[in-house]
């Protein structure tokens, strides 16, 4: 799972990048109007928290902008602007959730989970596919009901893969969503392949009905 925090507050920011990071989330930042914006519009994420007060603009601008365009975000602004009238209009422009600033991480993790479960995979926290299932708030993958075991980047692969089956995945996109920020630095995408051929295999030596096509030359899609 991939979540973006905007927050120009930088004890804050660090203290939930670290606590999210720690959660096995893919973490990335944006510290003003003018590059969350850019974020926003270019990628997709599993969840925002957006602060309101930006450097450059508001939070709230932003939404605006996302329902023009169509970006669904699940999106939680974390605000310490709490007042009635703040979080109806953080509501109103599309927020699904209103966190009001000191929060604890532990209480800001809840709503993470709560929001992804409302919007992602039909309120299910469990998905099965054909004689496997995701659980993606424990994070386990089963096969025939026996656990397979998946290391944090092929769980999040397979996820991925999970929310978008029979859908054509470019392996760019695959790249971008499972790592980050830190996609900037590859020289290539050798490490993508690497990554689906383990995974891949896991899934065939566990009798998975589960199956990670090659599309050549642009990407992957998961079929049954």
């Known amino acids: ?46 969840c925002i928290l957006l602060d309101i007060s930006l450097p450059g603009g508001s939070g709230l601008q932003i939404l605006n902008e996302m329902k023009k365009e169509g970006k669904a975000g699940n999106v939680i602004i974390i605000s310490a602007r709490d007042s009635l009238d703040d979080k109806v209009a953080g509501l109103d422009s599309g927020a699904d959730d209103y966190l009001a600033k000191p929060f604890h991480l532990t209480e800001l993790h809840a709503r993470i989970k709560a929001v992804l479960r409302r919007k992602l995979h039909d309120g299910k926290q469990v998905m099965r596919l054909g004689n496997s299932s995701v659980d993606f708030a424990q994070r386990l993958v089963c096969v025939d009901d026996r ?33 980050g920020d830190n996609i900037d630095m590859a020289d ?28 050549y030359g642009v990407g992957y899609k998961l079929v049954l």
């Open 147 to 179: 656990p397979l075991k998946l290391n944090r980047k092929e769980f999040n692969m397979l996820a991925f893969f999970a929310t978008n089956r029979n859908r054509l995945i470019a392996k760019d996109a695959l790249a971008e969503h499972i790592w």
């Open 1 to 46: 799972m991939k979540i973006l925090v905007v927050e120009d507050e930088y004890a804050l920011l660090k203290a939930v990048e670290e606590f999210l990071s720690a959660e096995k989330y893919v973490v990335e930042k944006a510290t003003d109007y003018h590059s969350a914006t850019e974020k926003v519009m270019l990628y997709n994420y599993d």
């Open 188 to 215: 290539d995408f050798d490490f993508v392949y690497s990554q689906v051929k383990n995974l891949r295999k896991k899934l065939k030596e566990a009798g998975s009905d589960i199956v990670i096509e090659n599309v």
